[in-house]
């Protein structure tokens, strides 16, 4: 339980720095953006380019929120519950964060198919012709990258996710004997 807690603790400092790191790049790319049109030469794709580092923040940062317990919360209802009612819900809502992340795990390896990749020997036009499945070459509109480095934020979040809300499932389950424990946590996942 330590080492999966501590690997969820590395995990979050190392998402928050990526956030964080993306912001800036994001500032610095709008500021870049608003000068040059104010100049007269628009860079074109700075624009793709600040949306794709904003999907990446959002995701890093949402990771580490639900890490955190830190999502909103409507807590009228719930917090007319009694102590164990409450705690119920928000064992709950772990398990169901847990879920999602298992889920998205699953759909990405879907999606990604890594399997059936290596068995066409990493060759992605035998990989298409054999699956439909555009997803290692369909490009971004004006960076020319691939698009399947874009959505690796999924896999990256599913992992992330998992970790984080495993922590968080065990440490609920481990204050059941003790709610008091739970009430200072907050009633958000």
């Known amino acids: 339980m330590q080492l999966l807690r501590q690997l969820s603790h590395w995990v979050a400092k190392f998402e928050m720095a990526l956030a964080a790191l993306m912001a800036l790049f994001i500032s610095v790319l709008i500021l870049v953006n608003v000068v040059s049109r104010a100049l007269g030469m628009a860079i074109y794709w700075i624009d793709e380019l600040a949306i794709y580092a904003m999907i990446w923040m959002t995701f890093l940062a949402t990771s580490v929120v639900i890490k955190k317990r830190q999502t909103l919360a409507v807590t009228f209802l719930v917090d ?42 990493f060759d992605v036009m035998e990989y298409q012709s054999q699956t439909f499945n555009f997803i290692y070459s369909e490009n971004t509109n004006t960076l020319g990258l691939k698009k399947v480095w874009v959505w690796m934020c999924l896999p990256w979040v599913a992992f992330a996710l998992m970790i984080h809300s495993s922590v968080n499932v065990l440490d609920r389950l481990l204050s059941w004997r003790t709610p008091k424990a739970y009430e200072q946590k907050g009633t958000s996942a």
Do not use: E
């Open 80 to 121: 007319q519950l009694p102590l164990r009612g409450r705690y119920c819900l928000a064992l709950f809502s772990d398990v169901m964060i847990l879920g999602f992340a298992l889920l998205l795990a699953v759909l990405c390896y879907r999606w990604y198919d890594p399997w059936r990749l290596f068995q066409t020997g």
